[in-house]
Protein backbone atom coordinates (compact mmCIF):
# COMPACT_ATOMS: atom_id res chain seq x y z
CA UNK A 1 0.00 0.00 0.00
CA UNK A 2 1.13 3.53 -1.20
CA UNK A 3 1.66 5.43 2.64
CA UNK A 4 -0.55 8.64 3.08
CA UNK A 5 2.00 11.83 2.53
CA UNK A 6 1.31 15.01 4.41
CA UNK A 7 -0.82 17.42 2.28
CA UNK A 8 1.45 20.00 1.56
CA UNK A 9 0.85 23.11 -1.14
CA UNK A 10 -2.55 22.14 -2.00
CA UNK A 11 -3.90 25.21 -1.33
CA UNK A 12 -2.17 27.48 -3.62
CA UNK A 13 -2.56 25.18 -6.19
CA UNK A 14 -6.30 24.66 -5.70
CA UNK A 15 -6.86 28.80 -5.52
CA UNK A 16 -5.58 29.15 -9.50
CA UNK A 17 -7.74 25.72 -10.36
CA UNK A 18 -11.29 25.78 -11.81
CA UNK A 19 -12.10 22.25 -11.73
CA UNK A 20 -15.71 22.36 -11.62
CA UNK A 21 -18.01 24.33 -13.62
CA UNK A 22 -19.04 27.86 -11.74
CA UNK A 23 -15.99 27.55 -9.36
CA UNK A 24 -18.42 28.42 -6.13
CA UNK A 25 -16.78 25.41 -4.05
CA UNK A 26 -14.82 25.87 -0.78
CA UNK A 27 -11.30 25.63 -0.90
CA UNK A 28 -11.03 24.70 3.14
CA UNK A 29 -11.43 21.38 3.58
CA UNK A 30 -9.70 19.61 1.14
CA UNK A 31 -7.55 18.25 4.38
CA UNK A 32 -10.85 16.63 5.47
CA UNK A 33 -10.98 14.83 1.98
CA UNK A 34 -7.92 13.35 2.52
CA UNK A 35 -9.09 11.77 5.96
CA UNK A 36 -11.53 10.83 4.24
CA UNK A 37 -9.18 8.49 1.96
CA UNK A 38 -7.21 7.54 4.66
CA UNK A 39 -9.87 6.27 6.99
CA UNK A 40 -10.68 4.21 4.63
CA UNK A 41 -7.30 3.20 3.71
CA UNK A 42 -7.38 4.28 -0.22
CA UNK A 43 -3.57 3.99 -1.44
CA UNK A 44 -3.34 7.89 -2.55
CA UNK A 45 -0.16 9.55 -3.44
CA UNK A 46 -0.54 12.94 -2.93
CA UNK A 47 1.71 16.38 -4.22
CA UNK A 48 4.44 15.74 -1.98
CA UNK A 49 5.12 12.50 -2.51
CA UNK A 50 8.30 11.71 -4.32
CA UNK A 51 6.54 9.80 -7.05
CA UNK A 52 3.64 12.29 -7.80
CA UNK A 53 5.56 14.19 -10.42
CA UNK A 54 5.63 11.15 -12.52
CA UNK A 55 2.11 9.55 -12.07
CA UNK A 56 0.96 13.20 -12.55
CA UNK A 57 2.48 14.02 -15.57
CA UNK A 58 0.61 13.09 -18.68
CA UNK A 59 1.75 11.23 -21.65
CA UNK A 60 1.28 14.03 -23.86
CA UNK A 61 3.73 16.85 -22.57
CA UNK A 62 2.08 19.83 -24.19
CA UNK A 63 -0.62 19.64 -21.60
CA UNK A 64 0.08 19.90 -17.78
CA UNK A 65 -3.17 19.65 -15.60
CA UNK A 66 -2.16 19.48 -12.15
CA UNK A 67 -4.48 17.34 -9.97
CA UNK A 68 -4.93 17.39 -6.30
CA UNK A 69 -3.98 13.86 -5.73
CA UNK A 70 -3.45 10.23 -7.53
CA UNK A 71 -5.43 7.30 -5.91
CA UNK A 72 -4.32 4.12 -6.72
CA UNK A 73 -7.10 1.12 -5.89
CA UNK A 74 -6.23 -2.34 -5.71
CA UNK A 75 -9.45 -2.94 -5.08
CA UNK A 76 -13.45 -1.91 -6.79
CA UNK A 77 -13.86 -0.88 -2.69
CA UNK A 78 -11.35 1.66 -3.07
CA UNK A 79 -12.23 2.75 -6.25
CA UNK A 80 -15.89 3.50 -4.69
CA UNK A 81 -14.28 5.29 -1.41
CA UNK A 82 -12.24 7.35 -3.55
CA UNK A 83 -15.57 8.45 -5.70
CA UNK A 84 -17.73 8.83 -2.57
CA UNK A 85 -14.78 11.13 -0.65
CA UNK A 86 -14.71 12.75 -3.97
CA UNK A 87 -18.44 13.45 -3.97
CA UNK A 88 -18.88 14.52 -0.25
CA UNK A 89 -16.08 17.55 -0.93
CA UNK A 90 -17.19 18.41 -4.12
CA UNK A 91 -14.33 17.40 -6.00
CA UNK A 92 -14.33 16.03 -9.23
CA UNK A 93 -13.08 12.85 -10.17
CA UNK A 94 -11.34 11.19 -13.46
CA UNK A 95 -10.76 7.96 -14.25
CA UNK A 96 -6.45 7.01 -15.75
CA UNK A 97 -6.40 3.48 -17.81
CA UNK A 98 -3.59 3.98 -19.88
CA UNK A 99 -3.24 7.31 -19.66
CA UNK A 100 -2.66 8.02 -23.49
CA UNK A 101 -5.57 10.62 -24.06
CA UNK A 102 -4.45 13.06 -26.14
CA UNK A 103 -6.16 15.56 -24.13
CA UNK A 104 -4.48 14.51 -21.12
CA UNK A 105 -7.93 13.75 -20.10
CA UNK A 106 -7.30 11.04 -17.42
CA UNK A 107 -5.33 13.69 -15.33
CA UNK A 108 -8.67 15.34 -15.52
CA UNK A 109 -7.81 17.79 -18.29
CA UNK A 110 -7.65 20.61 -15.97
CA UNK A 111 -5.87 21.36 -12.33
CA UNK A 112 -7.42 20.31 -9.47
CA UNK A 113 -9.24 16.59 -9.91
CA UNK A 114 -8.75 13.71 -8.31
CA UNK A 115 -7.17 11.04 -10.45
CA UNK A 116 -8.38 7.34 -10.28
CA UNK A 117 -5.23 5.03 -11.79
CA UNK A 118 -6.72 1.87 -12.76
CA UNK A 119 -3.26 0.66 -13.30
CA UNK A 120 -3.48 -2.40 -10.60
CA UNK A 121 -6.39 -3.40 -12.75
CA UNK A 122 -4.65 -4.99 -15.82
CA UNK A 123 -5.88 -9.42 -15.53
CA UNK A 124 -6.85 -10.42 -19.41
CA UNK A 125 -9.01 -13.32 -18.85
CA UNK A 126 -10.48 -15.68 -21.77
CA UNK A 127 -13.71 -18.06 -21.35
CA UNK A 128 -13.60 -20.48 -23.63
CA UNK A 129 -17.06 -21.67 -22.78
CA UNK A 130 -18.67 -18.06 -23.44
CA UNK A 131 -15.84 -16.91 -25.62
CA UNK A 132 -15.53 -13.98 -23.75
CA UNK A 133 -13.10 -11.74 -22.71
CA UNK A 134 -12.44 -10.34 -18.83
CA UNK A 135 -10.26 -7.28 -18.75
CA UNK A 136 -9.15 -5.16 -16.12
CA UNK A 137 -9.89 -1.47 -16.53
CA UNK A 138 -5.94 -0.12 -16.34
CA UNK A 139 -5.13 -3.01 -18.95
CA UNK A 140 -3.56 -2.04 -22.44
CA UNK A 141 -3.95 -3.16 -25.43
CA UNK A 142 -1.09 -4.45 -26.54
CA UNK A 143 -0.81 -6.75 -22.87
CA UNK A 144 -4.64 -7.76 -23.91
CA UNK A 145 -3.74 -8.91 -27.66
CA UNK A 146 -0.85 -10.87 -26.49
CA UNK A 147 -2.39 -12.82 -23.75
CA UNK A 148 -6.22 -13.45 -25.89
CA UNK A 149 -4.11 -15.12 -28.08
CA UNK A 150 -1.81 -16.93 -25.90
CA UNK A 151 -5.36 -18.14 -24.05
CA UNK A 152 -7.30 -19.11 -26.44
CA UNK A 153 -6.15 -18.19 -30.28
CA UNK A 154 -8.47 -14.87 -29.78
CA UNK A 155 -9.00 -11.65 -30.74
CA UNK A 156 -10.75 -8.56 -30.36
CA UNK A 157 -10.60 -5.52 -33.30
CA UNK A 158 -8.60 -2.68 -31.58
CA UNK A 159 -6.04 -0.06 -32.12
CA UNK A 160 -1.77 -0.39 -33.03
CA UNK A 161 -0.76 1.29 -30.39
CA UNK A 162 0.42 -1.73 -27.74
CA UNK A 163 0.34 0.84 -24.57
CA UNK A 164 -3.27 2.65 -25.19
CA UNK A 165 -5.63 1.17 -22.65
CA UNK A 166 -9.30 0.98 -21.81
CA UNK A 167 -10.07 4.68 -22.76
CA UNK A 168 -9.41 3.50 -26.30
CA UNK A 169 -12.86 1.29 -26.20
CA UNK A 170 -14.83 3.51 -23.94
CA UNK A 171 -14.86 5.91 -26.28
CA UNK A 172 -14.93 4.04 -29.92
CA UNK A 173 -11.62 2.37 -30.16
CA UNK A 174 -10.89 1.69 -34.46
CA UNK A 175 -8.31 -0.79 -35.59
CA UNK A 176 -7.35 -2.32 -38.74
CA UNK A 177 -9.55 -5.30 -38.30
CA UNK A 178 -12.68 -2.93 -37.33
CA UNK A 179 -14.13 -2.78 -41.07
CA UNK A 180 -14.41 -6.61 -40.30
CA UNK A 181 -15.56 -7.26 -36.99
CA UNK A 182 -16.78 -3.50 -35.94
CA UNK A 183 -15.12 -1.10 -33.57
CA UNK A 184 -13.80 -2.16 -29.89
CA UNK A 185 -16.49 -0.44 -28.23
CA UNK A 186 -18.86 -2.66 -30.70
CA UNK A 187 -17.24 -5.61 -28.17
CA UNK A 188 -18.69 -4.77 -25.06
CA UNK A 189 -20.97 -6.88 -23.59
CA UNK A 190 -20.98 -5.88 -20.08
CA UNK A 191 -19.50 -3.74 -17.73
CA UNK A 192 -18.71 -3.21 -13.82
CA UNK A 193 -18.74 0.15 -13.25
CA UNK A 194 -18.51 2.61 -9.75
CA UNK A 195 -21.26 5.62 -10.91
CA UNK A 196 -20.83 8.76 -9.25
CA UNK A 197 -22.09 8.12 -5.87
CA UNK A 198 -19.70 5.53 -5.42
CA UNK A 199 -21.95 2.73 -6.27
CA UNK A 200 -20.38 -0.74 -7.92
CA UNK A 201 -22.97 -1.90 -10.59
CA UNK A 202 -23.10 -4.61 -13.44
CA UNK A 203 -23.91 -2.77 -16.81
CA UNK A 204 -25.25 -4.43 -19.79
CA UNK A 205 -27.59 -4.26 -22.10
CA UNK A 206 -30.97 -5.43 -20.44
CA UNK A 207 -29.61 -4.27 -16.82
CA UNK A 208 -28.79 -0.24 -16.56
CA UNK A 209 -29.42 -0.45 -19.83
CA UNK A 210 -29.32 3.43 -20.20
CA UNK A 211 -26.15 3.78 -18.50
CA UNK A 212 -24.66 0.69 -20.80
CA UNK A 213 -25.29 2.65 -23.85
CA UNK A 214 -23.78 5.82 -22.55
CA UNK A 215 -20.74 4.13 -21.25
CA UNK A 216 -20.17 2.54 -24.83
CA UNK A 217 -18.91 6.00 -26.53
CA UNK A 218 -18.66 8.36 -23.72
CA UNK A 219 -17.56 6.19 -20.39
CA UNK A 220 -15.43 8.95 -18.87
CA UNK A 221 -18.69 11.74 -18.45
CA UNK A 222 -20.66 8.75 -16.79
CA UNK A 223 -18.21 6.04 -14.15
CA UNK A 224 -14.75 4.14 -14.04
CA UNK A 225 -15.26 1.09 -15.60
CA UNK A 226 -13.00 -1.65 -13.43
CA UNK A 227 -14.00 -4.49 -15.58
CA UNK A 228 -15.31 -4.95 -19.03
CA UNK A 229 -16.71 -8.14 -20.65
CA UNK A 230 -15.62 -8.38 -24.48
CA UNK A 231 -16.72 -10.64 -27.55
CA UNK A 232 -13.81 -12.30 -28.91
CA UNK A 233 -13.33 -13.90 -32.47
CA UNK A 234 -10.83 -16.76 -33.57
CA UNK A 235 -8.35 -14.69 -35.29
CA UNK A 236 -7.11 -15.69 -38.98
CA UNK A 237 -3.68 -16.61 -39.93
CA UNK A 238 -3.53 -15.90 -43.28
CA UNK A 239 -4.25 -12.02 -43.09
CA UNK A 240 -2.56 -10.45 -46.27
CA UNK A 241 -0.35 -6.92 -45.28
CA UNK A 242 0.45 -4.53 -47.85
CA UNK A 243 1.85 -1.21 -48.45
CA UNK A 244 2.52 0.85 -51.75
CA UNK A 245 3.92 4.39 -51.87
CA UNK A 246 3.91 6.63 -54.47
CA UNK A 247 4.94 10.03 -55.54
CA UNK A 248 3.01 11.41 -57.51
CA UNK A 249 4.72 14.28 -58.87
CA UNK A 250 2.50 17.24 -58.92
CA UNK A 251 -0.65 18.27 -56.39
CA UNK A 252 -3.24 17.54 -59.62
CA UNK A 253 -1.56 13.41 -59.32
CA UNK A 254 -2.06 13.48 -56.01
CA UNK A 255 -6.32 14.29 -56.36
CA UNK A 256 -6.33 12.29 -58.67
CA UNK A 257 -5.16 9.09 -56.70
CA UNK A 258 -6.94 10.21 -53.99
CA UNK A 259 -10.51 10.02 -55.48
CA UNK A 260 -9.49 6.98 -57.76
CA UNK A 261 -8.97 5.59 -54.26
CA UNK A 262 -12.23 6.86 -52.92
CA UNK A 263 -14.36 5.22 -55.06
CA UNK A 264 -13.00 1.74 -55.16
CA UNK A 265 -13.55 2.92 -51.47
CA UNK A 266 -17.02 3.01 -51.60
CA UNK A 267 -17.29 -0.60 -52.20
CA UNK A 268 -14.65 -2.51 -50.58
CA UNK A 269 -15.34 -5.75 -48.79
CA UNK A 270 -15.26 -5.30 -45.17
CA UNK A 271 -12.62 -7.72 -44.62
CA UNK A 272 -10.12 -5.06 -46.09
CA UNK A 273 -8.40 -2.51 -43.77
CA UNK A 274 -6.82 0.58 -45.93
CA UNK A 275 -5.62 3.58 -44.65
CA UNK A 276 -4.03 6.65 -47.03
CA UNK A 277 -0.50 8.45 -44.96
CA UNK A 278 1.20 11.83 -45.92
CA UNK A 279 4.21 12.61 -43.98
CA UNK A 280 6.45 15.65 -44.09
CA UNK A 281 7.45 15.33 -47.36
CA UNK A 282 4.42 16.47 -48.79
CA UNK A 283 2.23 15.35 -51.37
CA UNK A 284 3.83 11.93 -51.47
CA UNK A 285 1.63 8.86 -49.75
CA UNK A 286 1.47 5.48 -48.82
CA UNK A 287 -1.36 3.33 -49.15
CA UNK A 288 -1.48 0.38 -46.75
CA UNK A 289 -3.16 -2.00 -44.57
CA UNK A 290 -4.47 -6.11 -44.60
CA UNK A 291 -6.64 -8.06 -45.57
CA UNK A 292 -8.02 -10.47 -43.27
CA UNK A 293 -8.62 -14.27 -44.21
CA UNK A 294 -7.67 -13.58 -47.40
CA UNK A 295 -5.10 -15.21 -49.59
CA UNK A 296 -2.41 -12.77 -52.01
CA UNK A 297 -4.32 -14.47 -54.98
CA UNK A 298 -7.56 -13.03 -53.69
CA UNK A 299 -5.66 -9.35 -52.82
CA UNK A 300 -4.78 -9.60 -56.23
CA UNK A 301 -7.64 -9.78 -58.01
CA UNK A 302 -9.53 -7.17 -55.46
CA UNK A 303 -6.41 -4.46 -56.16
CA UNK A 304 -5.15 -5.07 -59.69
CA UNK A 305 -7.94 -2.77 -60.94
CA UNK A 306 -7.36 0.29 -58.50
CA UNK A 307 -3.26 -0.16 -58.79
CA UNK A 308 -3.71 0.04 -62.85
CA UNK A 309 -5.18 2.86 -62.65
CA UNK A 310 -2.61 5.09 -60.20
CA UNK A 311 0.78 5.58 -60.76
CA UNK A 312 3.76 3.30 -60.44
CA UNK A 313 4.35 2.93 -56.93
CA UNK A 314 7.70 3.78 -55.91
CA UNK A 315 8.54 1.26 -54.00
CA UNK A 316 5.60 -2.00 -52.30
CA UNK A 317 5.62 -4.80 -50.01
CA UNK A 318 3.34 -7.41 -50.23
CA UNK A 319 3.24 -10.82 -48.06
CA UNK A 320 0.65 -13.13 -45.76
CA UNK A 321 1.59 -13.42 -42.07
CA UNK A 322 -0.88 -14.58 -39.16
CA UNK A 323 -2.50 -12.82 -36.75
CA UNK A 324 0.28 -11.96 -34.01
CA UNK A 325 2.72 -10.36 -36.83
CA UNK A 326 0.31 -8.21 -38.16
CA UNK A 327 -0.26 -6.75 -34.97
CA UNK A 328 3.17 -6.14 -34.72
CA UNK A 329 3.73 -4.50 -38.15
CA UNK A 330 0.86 -1.99 -37.51
CA UNK A 331 2.69 -1.61 -34.15
CA UNK A 332 5.91 -0.84 -35.28
CA UNK A 333 7.51 -2.92 -32.46
CA UNK A 334 9.55 -6.12 -32.03
CA UNK A 335 7.12 -7.00 -28.61
CA UNK A 336 3.11 -6.36 -27.86
CA UNK A 337 3.94 -6.58 -23.90
CA UNK A 338 4.44 -3.49 -22.11
CA UNK A 339 4.63 -2.70 -18.68
CA UNK A 340 1.46 -3.54 -16.46
CA UNK A 341 2.29 -1.23 -13.63
CA UNK A 342 4.66 1.66 -13.81
CA UNK A 343 4.37 2.81 -17.12
CA UNK A 344 6.37 6.39 -17.68
CA UNK A 345 6.76 6.97 -21.44
CA UNK A 346 5.88 10.58 -23.09
CA UNK A 347 5.77 12.49 -25.52
CA UNK A 348 5.06 16.37 -26.80
CA UNK A 349 2.42 16.47 -29.89
CA UNK A 350 -0.70 18.25 -31.13
CA UNK A 351 -3.34 16.24 -32.64
CA UNK A 352 -6.99 16.79 -35.00
CA UNK A 353 -9.01 14.49 -36.39
CA UNK A 354 -11.49 15.24 -39.02
CA UNK A 355 -14.77 12.38 -39.55
CA UNK A 356 -16.24 12.52 -42.90
CA UNK A 357 -19.71 11.04 -44.25
CA UNK A 358 -20.44 8.43 -46.41
CA UNK A 359 -23.32 10.20 -47.66
CA UNK A 360 -21.00 13.24 -48.44
CA UNK A 361 -17.63 11.89 -49.73
CA UNK A 362 -14.95 14.54 -49.88
CA UNK A 363 -15.36 16.46 -53.40
CA UNK A 364 -12.14 16.85 -55.57
CA UNK A 365 -11.73 20.66 -54.78
CA UNK A 366 -11.94 19.31 -50.94
CA UNK A 367 -8.78 16.96 -51.64
CA UNK A 368 -7.23 19.64 -53.91
CA UNK A 369 -6.95 22.37 -51.00
CA UNK A 370 -5.57 19.63 -48.91
CA UNK A 371 -2.89 18.39 -50.96
CA UNK A 372 -2.07 21.57 -51.71
CA UNK A 373 -1.69 22.57 -48.23
CA UNK A 374 0.40 19.16 -47.77
CA UNK A 375 3.12 20.52 -50.48
CA UNK A 376 2.96 24.15 -49.63
CA UNK A 377 3.17 24.39 -45.67
CA UNK A 378 3.95 20.22 -44.46
CA UNK A 379 8.18 20.88 -45.94
CA UNK A 380 8.52 23.97 -44.17
CA UNK A 381 6.79 22.80 -41.15
CA UNK A 382 9.05 20.02 -40.76
CA UNK A 383 11.71 22.21 -41.26
CA UNK A 384 10.92 24.02 -38.11
CA UNK A 385 10.69 20.80 -35.84
CA UNK A 386 7.61 20.12 -36.14
CA UNK A 387 7.34 16.45 -37.80
CA UNK A 388 4.09 15.74 -39.02
CA UNK A 389 1.98 12.80 -40.26
CA UNK A 390 -1.85 12.12 -41.55
CA UNK A 391 -3.62 8.99 -41.71
CA UNK A 392 -6.75 8.68 -43.30
CA UNK A 393 -8.17 5.52 -42.58
CA UNK A 394 -11.30 3.82 -44.50
CA UNK A 395 -14.09 3.35 -41.95
CA UNK A 396 -17.44 3.21 -44.11
CA UNK A 397 -17.61 1.76 -47.51
CA UNK A 398 -18.90 -1.69 -48.76
CA UNK A 399 -20.07 -4.00 -45.91
CA UNK A 400 -18.52 -2.64 -43.53
CA UNK A 401 -18.86 -3.78 -39.75
CA UNK A 402 -18.44 0.11 -38.22
CA UNK A 403 -21.08 1.70 -40.27
CA UNK A 404 -24.41 -0.10 -39.32
CA UNK A 405 -26.99 2.50 -38.26
CA UNK A 406 -28.23 0.04 -35.91
CA UNK A 407 -25.71 0.38 -33.99
CA UNK A 408 -26.34 3.89 -32.71
CA UNK A 409 -29.13 2.12 -30.31
CA UNK A 410 -26.38 -0.18 -29.44
CA UNK A 411 -23.98 2.23 -28.30
CA UNK A 412 -23.52 6.58 -27.63
CA UNK A 413 -20.42 6.19 -30.53
CA UNK A 414 -22.27 8.40 -32.89
CA UNK A 415 -20.63 8.47 -36.21
CA UNK A 416 -22.08 5.24 -38.11
CA UNK A 417 -22.18 6.99 -40.87
CA UNK A 418 -18.05 7.65 -41.46
CA UNK A 419 -16.21 6.97 -44.87
CA UNK A 420 -12.92 8.45 -43.52
CA UNK A 421 -11.12 9.41 -40.49
CA UNK A 422 -8.44 11.52 -40.60
CA UNK A 423 -5.86 12.19 -38.12
CA UNK A 424 -3.44 15.10 -38.27
CA UNK A 425 -0.43 14.87 -36.15
CA UNK A 426 2.58 17.00 -35.09
CA UNK A 427 5.41 16.54 -32.86
CA UNK A 428 6.98 19.19 -31.02
CA UNK A 429 10.39 17.89 -31.81
CA UNK A 430 12.46 20.39 -29.80
CA UNK A 431 9.86 20.27 -26.47
CA UNK A 432 7.23 22.75 -25.47
CA UNK A 433 7.82 25.91 -26.14
CA UNK A 434 5.74 28.73 -26.31
CA UNK A 435 6.64 29.45 -30.22
CA UNK A 436 6.55 26.07 -31.23
CA UNK A 437 3.31 25.20 -29.57
CA UNK A 438 1.62 27.95 -31.10
CA UNK A 439 3.28 27.12 -34.51
CA UNK A 440 1.94 23.69 -33.95
CA UNK A 441 -1.60 24.23 -33.49
CA UNK A 442 -1.74 26.95 -36.04
CA UNK A 443 -0.12 24.24 -39.06
CA UNK A 444 -2.69 21.35 -37.96
CA UNK A 445 -5.76 23.83 -37.66
CA UNK A 446 -4.94 25.06 -40.88
CA UNK A 447 -4.41 21.66 -42.28
CA UNK A 448 -8.02 20.68 -40.72
CA UNK A 449 -9.67 23.84 -41.91
CA UNK A 450 -9.08 23.84 -45.73
CA UNK A 451 -10.68 20.29 -46.01
CA UNK A 452 -13.40 20.47 -43.08
CA UNK A 453 -17.38 21.12 -44.06
CA UNK A 454 -19.59 22.29 -42.46
CA UNK A 455 -21.56 18.39 -41.85
CA UNK A 456 -18.08 17.32 -40.71
CA UNK A 457 -17.26 15.62 -37.28
CA UNK A 458 -14.60 15.22 -34.96
CA UNK A 459 -13.29 11.70 -32.96
CA UNK A 460 -12.81 12.02 -29.80
CA UNK A 461 -10.09 9.43 -29.23
CA UNK A 462 -8.43 12.24 -31.19
CA UNK A 463 -9.10 14.75 -28.47
CA UNK A 464 -8.17 18.40 -29.62
CA UNK A 465 -8.24 20.03 -26.25
CA UNK A 466 -8.41 23.66 -27.87
CA UNK A 467 -12.11 23.18 -29.04
CA UNK A 468 -14.46 24.86 -26.86
CA UNK A 469 -16.96 22.32 -24.43
CA UNK A 470 -19.76 23.20 -26.71
CA UNK A 471 -18.16 22.71 -29.79
CA UNK A 472 -16.42 19.49 -28.68
CA UNK A 473 -19.43 17.97 -27.56
CA UNK A 474 -21.19 18.55 -30.91
CA UNK A 475 -17.96 17.31 -33.25
CA UNK A 476 -17.65 14.13 -30.85
CA UNK A 477 -20.92 13.11 -30.44
CA UNK A 478 -23.09 14.55 -33.01
CA UNK A 479 -27.10 13.44 -32.48
CA UNK A 480 -26.13 11.11 -29.38
CA UNK A 481 -25.87 14.58 -27.39
CA UNK A 482 -29.08 15.00 -26.63
CA UNK A 483 -29.50 11.54 -25.41
CA UNK A 484 -25.96 11.38 -23.59
CA UNK A 485 -27.25 14.58 -21.42
CA UNK A 486 -30.44 13.18 -20.44
CA UNK A 487 -28.42 9.97 -19.25
CA UNK A 488 -26.24 12.34 -17.50
CA UNK A 489 -28.99 14.26 -15.67
CA UNK A 490 -30.07 10.98 -14.05
CA UNK A 491 -26.72 9.43 -13.46
CA UNK A 492 -24.17 12.30 -12.35
CA UNK A 493 -26.66 15.87 -12.10
CA UNK A 494 -23.96 17.09 -10.10
CA UNK A 495 -20.80 15.65 -12.19
CA UNK A 496 -18.68 14.45 -10.31
CA UNK A 497 -17.10 13.28 -13.22
CA UNK A 498 -15.92 16.12 -15.10
CA UNK A 499 -13.26 17.07 -17.58
CA UNK A 500 -13.13 20.08 -19.85
CA UNK A 501 -14.91 18.30 -22.79
CA UNK A 502 -17.51 15.92 -21.09
CA UNK A 503 -20.91 15.71 -21.22
CA UNK A 504 -23.20 18.09 -19.30
CA UNK A 505 -26.40 16.89 -17.87
CA UNK A 506 -29.57 18.17 -19.45
CA UNK A 507 -31.01 21.60 -17.68
Given at each position: ?14 A ?30 L ?15 R ?16 V ?6 A ?11 G ?69 H ?26 T ?8 K ?9 A ?12 R ?40 A ?35 K ?7 A ?8 R ?49 F ?51 Q ?30 S ?5 V ?9 W ?26 FW???S ?5
Amino acid sequence: MVRISILLGVVPLLASASPVPGDDFDLSPRATFVDCLSGKNVPVVLQSSANFGQLASAYNLRLRPRPIVVTIPATTTHVSDTVKCAKQYRLKVSARGGGHSYSAQGLGGADGSVVVDLQNFHDVKYDSTTTLAEVGGGARLGNIARKLYDQGRRGIPHGTCPAVGMGHPSLGGFGISSRNWGLMVDQIVQVQVVTADGSLKIAKKNYNSDLFWALKGAAPSFGIITRFWFKTYAVPENIVNYSYRFQPGSVSSAVDSFMKIQEFAKKAPKELGLGVSLWGSGVNFELSGAYYGKSIDDFNRLFKPLLSSLPAPTSSTLDSRGWINTLLRFAGSGTLSVPETGYNEHTTFYAKSLVTSSRAPIERKGMENFFNYAAREGPNAANQGLPWFVIINLYGGGNSAITNPDLLKESSYGHRDTLWNFQFYTTLSGGLTPQGNTAAINFLTGFDGVVRRSGDFSYVNYADPTYSRWWAQKLYYGKQLTQLSLVKKKWDRDQVFWYPQSIDPAK
